[in-house]
């Protein structure tokens, strides 16, 4: 392990934190929010000296990154932002009162860092889930900073890291593959840092169409960046604890619908269309899939809300069921309505759609339509070979076949997934949780979701959960955003020896 490369990136990614936080500070600056202000310069200076150190200390240095490295700069790099990111809360004592469940109570030190690191890398990792009990008293540079935080998330903290240092060469190709497991999008292979820039080119053309979008459709320029940010991302912020719903306005609902789908699908065929391949996104079978599952998911729903009379007529149960199914697969995780109230079906399938997710290369969580497609083919041909044992089938996804190293690592990826999954939501279990409640918070914040049901639901947070099951949930949305092998890499003492 050459630490002297990992300190010095892992010095650069702080440096570049510190960036970023002085769009929050000016923000606190225009409202008059003192305390805030002083929070983020004071952060800010935090991450000269410990970047500037870091930075120093490799200096010098001009090896390639090879894979330790690369896994090592990833992982800690994602860690170092959530602490780092969680310091305007903590200096702000933003979590210092807290109302849960009626009763106003005045948290610890330790309590309010466990709530600001958990509410940082919600946002860093596109989650969305928050500890937050009343949104809209919160002053805005830090609203800003937190929705912020969702959109570098969303493409990628590492990937915009790529694509604006000239320096990493050969190097890049292993931050990026750390930071973005799975293949690489079509279209986007000769050069890593130009496809960086490509991605972060589109994601920030579709932010600005979006964010004009809410303008036109009334919203204010800072409400309209805070929705943008978490609509791309597909994170799910929103500085009001009525999410989307606060506007009670469907333009607003279908403008959030039409650019949540937009972030669900892969970003390489974007680039497609833009180099004039409009075939291209049409054959694409995993964004097929996705958008059979969108219109299965919203007709079975609507049929069974219809059919308990949760909408007055057909126009509200489609506005209302389209909406949370895409912000569900999506793993957006905005509300306009709330689901704990469905029945029992409806809440089932929206459970189910969270372990299915968006497209491989977009900005949502999950497991990824393209893994469950090869999952199910895989099981089919398993099922084909107990009366064909002779045969010999290679599997193929739109057409193309699927190579054994990647079967073998969606496998692995589905088991450590589902493994963890069912060991989290146990030990939820075990601090005193109710089984929804356990078994929604893991695979809302594992899969990077957000809301999950009863008292975790679309209205509700995670204020109530104790401290150690929220270091939990924590842990698995970083697990779930770098889809586990780079985080788990990292735990193991053999991965540090020369």
């Keep these: 392990m050459n630490y002297k490369i990992v300190s010095k990136l892992t010095g650069l990614l702080i440096l570049f934190l510190a960036i970023c936080m002085i769009f929050s500070l000016l923000w606190s600056v225009w409202y008059s929010e003192w305390n805030v202000a002083f929070s983020f310069l004071y952060t800010i200076l935090i991450c000269i000296i410990l970047g500037g150190g870091l930075v120093w200390y490799g200096a010098g240095t001009e090896e390639e990154v090879l894979r330790k490295e690369g896994m090592a700069v990833v992982g800690i790099g994602w860690l170092l932002s959530g602490i780092i990111g969680s310091l305007p809360f903590i200096l702000s004592h933003t979590?210092?009162?807290?109302?849960?469940?009626?009763?106003?109570?005045?948290?610890?030190?330790?309590?309010?860092?466990?709530?600001s690191l958990f509410e940082t890398l919600s946002?860093?990792?596109?989650?969305?889930?928050?500890?937050?009990?009343?949104?809209?008293?919160?002053?805005?540079?830090?609203?800003?900073?937190?929705?912020?935080?969702?959109?570098?998330?969303?493409?990628?903290?590492?990937?915009?890291?790529?694509?604006?240092?000239?320096?990493?060469?050969?190097?890049?190709?292993r931050l990026f593959k750390s930071e973005v497991p799975g293949p690489i999008p079509e279209g986007l292979r000769p050069r890593i840092k130009t496809t960086a820039l490509i991605l972060w080119g589109i994601?920030?053309?579709?932010?600005?169409?979006?964010?004009?979008?809410?303008?036109?459709?009334?919203?204010?320029?800072?409400?309209?960046?805070?929705?943008?940010?978490?609509?791309?991302?597909?994170g799910g912020f929103s500085p009001y604890n009525a999410s989307i719903g606060h506007y009670q306005s469907a333009w607003i609902e279908y403008i959030t619908v039409v650019f949540m789908v937009v972030a669900g699908i892969n970003f390489g065929l974007y680039f497609q269309v833009i180099r004039g391949d409009y075939k291209t996104i049409f054959k694409d079978s995993e964004m097929r899939v996705f958008f059979g599952i969108v219109a299965l998911g919203t007709?079975?729903?609507?049929?069974?809300?219809?059919?308990?009379?949760?909408?007055d007529n057909l126009i509200d149960s489609f506005r209302y069921v389209w909406f949370q199914v895409v912000s569900i697969i999506t793993t957006t995780g905005y509300g306009t309505s709330d689901f704990n109230t469905w029945p029992p079906f409806s809440k089932l399938a929206l459970i189910t759609l969270m372990?299915?997710?968006?497209?491989?290369?977009?900005?949502?969580?999950?497991?990824k339509i393209i893994r469950l497609m090869i999952l199910v083919k895989l099981a089919y041909y398993q099922i084909y070979k107990t009366f064909h044992p002779q045969s010999v089938v290679t599997l193929k996804i739109g057409g193309k076949p699927i190579g054994q190293d990647v079967?073998?690592?969606?496998?692995?990826?589905?088991?450590?997934?589902?493994?963890?999954?069912?060991?989290?939501?146990?030990?939820?279990?075990?601090?005193?949780?109710?089984?929804?409640?356990?078994?929604?918070?893991?695979?809302?914040?594992?899969?990077?979701?957000?809301?999950?049901?009863?008292?975790?639901?679309?209205?509700?947070?995670?204020?109530?959960?104790?401290?150690?099951?929220?270091?939990?949930?924590?842990f698995c949305m970083l697990l779930g955003r770098l889809e586990f092998y780079t985080i788990l890499a990292l735990l193991l003492p053999t991965f540090w020896r020369n």
């Design 95 to 115: 979590f210092r009162f807290q109302t849960i469940e009626g009763v106003q109570i005045e948290n610890g030190l330790f309590s309010q860092i466990i709530n």
């Design 123 to 173: 946002g860093f990792t596109t989650t969305g889930s928050t500890v937050l009990t009343n949104i809209e008293i919160v002053p805005k540079g830090l609203l800003f900073w937190r929705s912020f935080t969702h959109w570098l998330g969303g493409m990628g903290i590492i990937v915009l890291f790529i694509a604006i240092l000239p320096m990493l060469g050969a190097g890049a190709k």
């Design 203 to 234: 994601y920030m053309a579709i932010s600005a169409v979006q964010t004009i979008a809410y303008l036109l459709a009334g919203m204010d320029f800072f409400d309209a960046l805070c929705h943008t940010f978490g609509t791309m991302a597909t």
């Design 299 to 311: 007709f079975l729903i609507m049929f069974d809300t219809m059919r308990h009379q949760i909408f």
């Design 355 to 367: 372990f299915f997710g968006a497209s491989s290369g977009s900005t949502g969580g999950g497991m």
């Design 407 to 474: 079967i073998d690592g969606v496998t692995g990826l589905f088991i450590i997934g589902m493994s963890i999954f069912v060991a989290s939501t146990l030990a939820m279990g075990m601090l005193g949780l109710d089984i929804v409640t356990a078994t929604t918070s893991v695979a809302a914040t594992l899969w990077n979701i957000g809301p999950g049901l009863e008292k975790v639901g679309s209205i509700e947070n995670f204020a109530h959960i104790p401290n150690a099951g929220k270091i939990l949930l924590t």
